[in-house]
């Protein structure tokens, strides 16, 4: 029942949120991104309580609100110019974010919960609204919603692989403290799917972007239409790179659910949990793909 309701959900998801990342434009996904960290930073916090924090729930909504309202107003233009401002924004409202939520605690009656609520609050940004933010900056590269595509493909097959093998195969339990179902066999399918992944799309990169561009699912700057491609070995070690970050970003969200002794960071998506269980490999595996396109750009 459990893995029916976990198909039933992507086979309803996945079609929006291809969409959204193909054809929408940049503004609105940066909107759709807010509301996805919102959901998620939501879970966050009520996951912050059961180790004594009471968090800061307005102003940290408010604080991430903001930040990807700036990025859906932010004018769109060449990438190196739009890379150039959300490095800015990242960087100011990195810094600002501590300040900001201990300015908010110092209205707290008991002054001792005050910096674990503000400590809290900036992880929160830091560790969710950030990565979403580096896939809202991913689609206004060149290439954008192909190197997005293949951001999602690769997480999705890593984690389809992962969980089957490990379930049908799993014989060695890889960090059985923080999550004990994931397995080393699981994880060796993972990367081996992700690498296959990364291949094919590297070799139909043209005929898969030329078909999207056919069916009116992306414009011309958003698919990959390189007179010449890179060698095939920087392909396969970004592929392998984003595998093991996505795994990573995984382990990381199962040690922080398992301190506070939960299953699942919440019940929003059935057979799949909360929001921040559906992100959770997409948040370290975004910023790397990220900089590649912005170290791409820069060249």
Request: charge should be positive; proline fraction near 5%.
């Amino acid at each position: 029942m459990g893995l029916l309701k976990r198909v039933l959900t992507a086979v309803v998801l996945i079609p929006i949120v291809l969409a959204l990342v193909l054809r929408a434009p940049v503004a609105v996904l940066a909107l759709f991104a807010a509301l996805v960290a919102l959901l998620a930073v939501q879970e966050l916090l009520k996951l912050s309580e059961a180790y004594g924090i009471r968090a800061l729930h307005g102003p940290t909504y408010i604080f991430v609100g903001l930040f990807f309202v700036f990025l859906a107003i932010s004018p769109a233009s060449k990438p190196l110019l739009t890379t150039a401002i959300f490095v800015y924004t990242v960087g100011f409202a990195a810094a600002i974010a501590p300040f900001v939520f201990l300015t908010a605690a110092m209205r707290r009656v008991n002054l001792s919960t005050a910096f674990p609520a503000a400590l809290v609050s900036a992880f929160a940004f830091g560790y969710i609204a950030l990565p979403l933010g580096c896939l809202v900056q991913i689609r206004e590269q060149w290439s954008g919603a192909f190197l997005v595509l293949y951001l999602l493909l690769l997480v999705w097959a890593g984690d389809i692989f992962a969980y089957f093998v490990g379930r049908t195969l799993g014989r060695h339990l890889m960090s059985p403290r923080i999550s004990p179902k994931k397995t080393c066999e699981g994880a060796l399918a993972s990367l081996v799917a992700s690498l296959v992944v990364g291949m094919l799309l590297y070799n139909y990169a043209q005929p898969i972007s030329t078909a999207l561009l056919n069916l009116h699912l992306i414009q011309r700057r958003d698919g990959y239409f390189a007179l010449q491609k890179p060698p095939l070995w920087p392909t396969l070690l970004l592929s392998a790179g984003i595998n093991i970050a996505a795994q990573l970003g995984d382990l990381v969200e199962s040690l922080i659910k398992r301190g506070a002794g939960v299953k699942d960071s919440g019940t929003l998506l059935p057979g799949h949990g909360g929001m921040l269980d559906r992100i959770d490999a997409l948040l370290f595996a975004a910023p790397l793909l990220w900089y590649y396109a912005a170290w791409r750009v820069l060249q």
